[in-house]
DNA sequence: TAAATAATATGAGATATCTCCTATTATTAT
DNA sequence: ATAATAATAGGAGATATCTCATATTATTTA
C-alpha cells in the first residue's frame, strides 16, 4: 500500500463523483491510496482509521470462523464504499478485505470528520440507499444459496462471470464464494461437463449449451 | 388489521420513542395499527404505502421462491422497523412479514412525507445505523449458516429461546428458519436426545446439559 | 533456476440433508 | 361436534456435500 500524491492524486479525485456524495468539502479530509494484488486494503481486528471509496481495481470480502474455515462473502468492485459500518458503530473491522488485483481507493479519515458525515443529511441519504441496496442483494444472495444445490447456482455464477462463452475463474476461490468444498464444486463441473453443457479446454470452460444453463439458473428464483 | 383511534392511538404514540427519530413534528403523519395472529403486515408485491414501526407483538418475514419453497428469513421483534428499504428505493415490496401474535405498529404514510424523511439528517443517521446493524447481523447469521451442520446451529438455538430450560418452538417454523426439510430438523432433534442433550417431554424439550449444548453452540464463530 | 507454494485433479468413503411416504395427534373452522 | 387443516413423528432410500488422501501442474519466491 502506499499513498499517491501530487499531481496523481488531483487526478483520482477529481476523476470521480467523490465529491457529489457530500454537502461539504470533502477535500481537506481525503487522501488517496495504491494498493498491489493481494494487499488488505481491511484487517479483521484492526482499528477503523478510514471510510474507503473504491475507484479502480477488485476485492475480496472475507471473514475467518473460529474453525479456521474462510468465507469468502462477496466480490467487491468499483465504485463502493468500504467500512461504513465501522464508522457508523464504535468497533473494529469484523472482516477482511483484500485487493485481487491493483486497486485505487480514496480514504476519508474518520477521526477527522466524523461529525460533519454524520450531519450530512446528503450524505447520508446516499448511505442508506447504499445500505438498503447491499441489504438487498445480501439477503437474495442468501435465501437463494440455502434454497438451491450449488449446480444452479453454479450455472447462473459462469454466465454473469464468463466472457465470450470462456469461463476461468480460480476454483479455490469460487469454492470460498460458494461456501462450498473444492472437491464439490469439482464434482459440479464433472457434472455440467458430463451433460455436455460446458467443456473442458486449456483456456478455461467454454460454455457449450448457454440454454441448458440458463435453464438451470432459471430455476433459482 | 384495524386502525386504532382517539385515546388508544394517543396512548401508543406516546409510550413510545418515535417522535425521538426525528427533528420535525411526525404526529400529522402517523396512525396507529393493530393486526391479530397471522395477519400479513406487508405483502409481497404489494405497493408499499407506509414505513412501519413496531412496537408490540412478533413477526415473521418471509419469502417466497419460484419453486415454491418458502424462506423464513428472520423472526422480528420489536422495536424495529419494516419497510424502509421501499422507502428509499422506489420498488413494490419484495417479501412478506407475518404476525406470529397480536401486534401494534404505527405507520407513516410515505406518499405524504418522503421527502421530508429523506432529507432528515436526524432520521437518516438513525436509519444507517439500523441498516448497518442488520447487515452485520445479517452477514454473521449467513456466513454461520454455510459453514456449520445444523446440530451446532440448533443448540445455538436452542439456548436462546428456551425459557426455564424448556424449548417449544413450532418445527415447522424452525426448519424453515434454518432452511432444512422438516425431516432433518427431526433428525437432529432426535439425534440430540440420543446423546441425552435433551429429553422429550409433553412441555417440550427439556435441556438436560447445557453444557453439552454450550460446546456444540461454541464451535460456531 | 531450484525450491517452495498454490492451484488443479480425482478416488473412496463418510455425513448431512433431501424427497417421498404413511400415521397419529392438535388446532381451527363449519 | 365434525370435518378439515396443520403439526408432529418416523421409515427408507436418494442426493448433495464433506473429509481425507494422493498426484500433477502452475506460479511465485529465494
Redesign the interface.
Given at each position: 500500500m502506499k499513498r499517491i500524491e501530487g499531481q496523481q492524486q488531483l487526478y483520482y479525485i477529481e476523476h470521480n463523483t467523490i465529491q457529489s456524495f457530500f454537502s461539504f468539502d470533502i477535500s481537506p479530509y481525503i487522501e488517496v491510496f495504491e494498493f498491489d494484488k493481494g494487499d488488505f486494503i481491511i484487517q479483521e481486528g484492526a482499528e477503523p482509521e478510514y471510510l474507503f471509496y473504491m475507484v479502480e481495481g477488485k476485492a475480496k470480502l472475507y471473514?475467518t470462523?473460529?474453525?479456521g474455515?474462510v468465507?469468502l462473502?462477496n466480490f467487491l468492485t468499483p465504485p463502493i464504499f468500504m467500512g461504513?459500518?465501522e464508522l457508523?458503530?464504535e468497533e473494529k473491522y469484523?472482516?477482511s478485505i483484500q485487493t485481487s488485483s491493483r486497486s485505487i481507493c480514496i480514504g476519508i479519515a474518520i477521526e477527522k470528520c466524523k461529525e460533519k458525515l454524520?450531519?450530512?443529511?446528503h450524505f447520508?441519504?446516499y448511505?442508506?440507499?447504499f445500505?438498503?441496496?447491499?441489504?438487498?442483494v445480501?439477503?437474495a444472495?442468501?435465501?437463494k444459496?440455502?434454497?438451491y444445490p450449488l449446480e444452479n447456482k453454479l450455472a447462473e455464477f459462469i454466465l454473469l462471470s464468463s466472457h465470450h462463452d470462456i469461463y476461468k475463474e480460480k476454483h479455490t476461490e469460487i469454492s470460498d464464494y460458494f461456501?462450498v468444498s473444492y472437491r464439490h464444486l469439482l464434482h459440479t463441473f464433472a457434472q455440467l461437463a458430463d451433460a455436455g453443457i460446458i467443456e473442458k479446454t486449456k483456456m478455461g470452460y467454454k460454455i457449450k449449451s448457454k440454454e441448458k444453463l440458463q435453464a438451470l439458473a432459471d430455476?433459482?428464483?
Open positions: 471473514v470462523h473460529k474453525n474455515k468465507s462473502i461504513e459500518i457508523l458503530n469484523s472482516k454524520l450531519a450530512d443529511a447520508l441519504k448511505l442508506c440507499i445500505l438498503s441496496n447491499k441489504s438487498t445480501h439477503s444472495k442468501y435465501t444459496h440455502q434454497a461456501g430455476e433459482i428464483k
